[in-house]
């Protein structure tokens, strides 16, 4: 298939789904823009003070729900909303000063509820119950205290329920360079390419941002595709309002209205969130929001567009936990 380059103009960053936060080559998951497979270097961490060296290996675990709230569609008098919840496990192991390798496994359910819509006459609901398995192996080199170069591989599944696993699975592959300016502000920039379902491949280029504006206030992405203003209230809770975009590609099952075909769930949501540290390794995130924009497109096994429908704006509600060690 030809890669096809889409609208930058949607993305500030990309989102490596482990279960996409974020990311969809694009969904949910971990962090591609910042190193999170190595640590700075250590000439870096002696010129900060630093007493300790940063640990060899370390985990994370991440779940994660989001409750939709019905939503009509624009051009059909049916409704939709979407329920989903997930998992993320992380580990990173520090090779040396300067390499690091990083691995991610994800997990996330979608349970999708149509209300008086069909992509076929007779055909029931357009899609059920979703899943999504992600994996994500990378690795990074620090070439000197500024300049860190960060690669790896984004292999997914991602299906409607009985869908054959074999053919739900889509590959891809970043690239990114990020630049220390000074101890505040630290920018990315970068490229991810892969298959799609019944779709061109596609390949985008994409920036990251991590600016301490001040004490309190952070412009971020924290590698997400969107940008976040974080206010730190207290030594334990941020506040945040936050954009992203995101987008999934599932295979239909064969006993669906269009058998083998593929639904593209893309959206824009907005969020206000409030992140509390209620122990040292222990981080609990609450969201409302709102999704701006929601398309669904479904295609056929030739590739074909069959039908595809814009959401109406609609809130949403999630609950995050992070515990890292």
Do not use: C, H
């Amino acid at each position: 298939m030809n890669a096809r380059r889409i609208d930058s103009g949607l993305l500030v960053g990309i989102l490596v789904a482990l279960g996409g936060t974020a990311g969809s080559l694009l969904g949910t998951g971990s962090a591609w823009a910042q190193d999170t497979a190595a640590p700075a270097p250590e000439s870096a961490a002696r010129a900060e003070g630093a007493t300790e060296e940063p640990p060899r290996l370390s985990f994370s675990l991440t779940g994660r729900s989001q409750i939709g709230l019905s939503a009509d569609l624009d051009d059909a008098d049916g409704e939709v909303s979407t329920t989903r919840v997930g998992a993320e496990f992380g580990v990173r192991y520090r090779v040396n000063d300067r390499v690091g390798l990083g691995l991610g496994v994800g997990a996330e359910y979608s349970f999708y509820d149509f209300d008086d819509f069909e992509t076929v006459t007779g055909g029931g609901e357009p899609i059920d119950d979703a899943f999504m398995y992600s994996l994500t192996p990378t690795i990074s080199f620090a070439i000197d205290d500024r300049w860190t170069v960060i690669g790896g591989g984004i292999f997914r599944w991602a299906g409607e329920e009985d869908a054959d696993l074999g053919d739900s699975f889509t590959a891809g592959g970043l690239g990114v360079v990020n630049y220390k300016v000074n101890d505040k502000l630290t920018l990315g920039f970068g490229f991810i390419v892969g298959s799609r379902l019944e779709k061109d491949s596609i390949f985008v280029p994409a920036l990251s941002i991590d600016w301490k504006i001040n004490d309190r206030w952070t412009l971020t992405n924290d590698g997400k595709p969107g940008l976040a203003l974080v206010y730190r209230a207290t030594d334990r809770l941020d506040l945040s309002v936050e954009a992203s975009y995101e987008t999934r590609d599932f295979r239909l099952n064969d006993d669906n209205a269009i058998p083998e075909g593929a639904m593209e769930d893309t959206g824009v949501p907005v969020a206000f969130a409030a992140s509390w540290r209620a122990l040292d390794r222990l981080t609990l995130t609450g969201r409302i929001g709102a999704y701006a924009y929601q398309r669904f497109e479904f295609r056929n096994a030739d590739g074909d567009e069959v039908t595809d429908e814009d959401v109406d704006p609609s809130l949403f509600f999630g609950l995050e936990a992070r515990v890292a060690f």
